[in-house]
């Protein structure tokens, strides 16, 4: 952006009056700090469609690089659908739609919507037919109001041509009574006579404060559309490349077929493929699926592992109790890039098959949480306060002599990691301390966050440990004073009465 800086250097930066004049890069993975192996693996990966396993602690950016890396995907290019199936209501059909198609539906869609007439603009007949006219005064309101709010008379005349019944006997009237005019319609059948002298047919039908009009191109692709009514969007064609599935249970990461008390019942019930929802590998079909704490879905791990293999899954009922249980949709695609994420004291607990298979198709790495204290790497944690200000969207930009105070910062967080020389990497703490200045900022009315903010920050920003060892010298006696007098006699009770067994069987 003109008159914007690059952060290539600090001394290229402290030229500048506030973190507002620095360029925010475009690609979303030079937004990660550091982590310069694990950035140009996730490039790759971009373009081979490869899978990563992100290790290392907290904070250190591996859910910024999986939402990284799906920014750089191409969008996606297929719908999935579930149809109907006839002979089998408990085996619906699969639709796969590419974007030519799903465009060529979106474009009848929007001619079958017709034309919006406001109710003045139309036949006064249709408009009286549909309760939009009151034939008694001649003003128009909406078809709700059965009495009409300028003469305060019913707007369903009883008149020997009316039809006393309303809407209820409405369509046996018309067809034996042809100018029986029936108020309160919902849709009106009419004629009119084009240029060439031919007719056709135009619908007018209730919408709202507003009439629409069908003509008889809008009929016809609102009856292409109706051919297609026996089906269910899975999968949009316009989605979010990036789906998280972080905690997921069995269905949320499989899909599943909803119950239906009436057992799919056709006259009673829900449509089999109506109850199938996709699950997160289905959503994220061209896309990434990212699972921070992969160890922690256990055994759901060897489902993934299928799904990587076949590149489709299908979906079934998962509760045996369930109208849906006996319901199959087979072969729904799920050709996804796994970003999976771990704490290394987890990566044991990572099935081996599922890291068999991220080696043989991608990479595993172990994420930096701190890069050497240079000129370059200076001007990068400006970078990421200017990127903290506008994601936040609520604080004020920051003054450069600011951003030398959290430098500071993440040198001495680096050193208390056994870092030396060296900026931290644990950067989504640093953030929080920056949101803290930003609240201190606001709360002042500053135009920007200042040094004085930083350091009033870094007071609120602590962890509440370290708070209970300031006002009681140490954790343990911060408990001993938070427990109330009847916490403290049941605790008393116990020791006794353990005090006591121990001197019986002693």
Wanted: aromatic content about 4%; glycine content about 8%; charged content about 25%.
């Amino acid at each position: 952006m003109k008159g914007k800086k690059a952060a290539e250097s600090w001394e290229n930066i402290k030229g500048i009056k506030s973190t507002e004049e620095i360029l925010i890069p475009s690609d979303p993975l030079d937004r990660v700090l550091g982590q310069e192996e694990a950035i140009h693996l996730a490039k790759i990966a971009a373009i081979q469609r490869r899978h990563l396993l992100l290790v290392g602690p907290p904070g250190t950016g591996k859910s910024m690089i999986a939402r990284a890396l799906s920014m750089n995907l191409p969008k996606p290019k297929q719908e999935i659908r579930v149809v109907k199936n006839p002979e089998n209501s408990e085996r619906p059909f699969l639709e796969i739609l590419d974007e030519s198609q799903v465009n060529d539906e979106d474009g009848i869609r929007a001619e079958s919507i017709g034309k919006l007439l406001d109710p003045e603009n139309a036949p006064r007949n249709v408009a009286e037919r549909l309760g939009y006219l009151c034939k008694s005064c001649g003003k128009y309101s909406l078809p709700a109001d059965v009495t009409c709010p300028f003469c305060n008379k019913s707007k369903i005349e009883m008149g020997p041509n009316s039809n006393p019944f309303g809407d209820l006997l409405s369509g046996m009237l018309e067809a034996a009574m042809p100018q029986v005019v029936v108020p309160g319609k919902e849709r009106v059948h009419t004629t009119r006579v084009l240029a060439d002298g031919s007719e056709e047919t135009v619908v007018f039908e209730r919408a709202g404060d507003y009439i629409r009009m069908l003509d008889s191109k809008a009929l016809t692709k609102r009856n292409q559309l109706n051919k297609k009514s026996n089906q269910k969007v899975l999968v949009k064609l316009n989605r979010d490349p990036f789906v998280l599935a972080t905690g997921a249970s069995e269905t949320e990461l499989l899909g599943d077929v909803r119950h239906d008390p009436y057992g799919g019942h056709d006259k009673l019930g829900t449509p089999a493929y109506e109850r199938v929802t996709a699950g997160s590998i289905h959503e994220a079909h061209e896309g990434v699926l990212f699972v921070d704490e992969i160890s922690h879905l256990g055994n759901l791990q060897r489902y993934i592992l299928t799904a990587m293999q076949e590149k489709k899954f299908p979906i079934v009922g998962h509760n045996p109790q369930s109208a849906g249980a006996s319901v199959k949709v087979d072969g729904v695609p799920c050709d996804f890039i796994l970003v999976a994420a771990c704490n290394i004291q987890d990566i044991e607990n990572i099935l081996s098959p599922l890291r068999s298979r991220i080696i043989g198709g991608g990479y595993e790495v172990l994420v930096d949480t701190a890069m050497p204290d240079n000129s370059r790497n200076r001007a990068k944690y400006a970078q990421f306060v200017a990127q903290e200000v506008m994601m936040d969207g609520h604080i004020p930009h920051a003054t450069i002599e600011a951003v030398e105070l959290i430098i500071a910062e993440g040198r001495a967080r680096a050193k208390s990691d056994s870092q030396n020389n060296s900026l931290t990497l644990r950067l989504r703490e640093l953030g929080g301390l920056i949101r803290a200045a930003g609240d201190v900022a606001v709360m002042e009315g500053a135009p920007l966050i200042t040094e004085e903010h930083i350091k009033e920050a870094r007071k609120r920003a602590r962890p509440v440990e370290d708070q209970i060892r300031e006002r009681y010298g140490s954790y343990m006696k911060g408990v001993s004073k938070d427990v109330s007098s009847a916490q403290k006699e049941r605790s008393n009770y116990y020791f006794e009465n353990e005090h006591l067994d121990d001197q019986m069987f002693n």
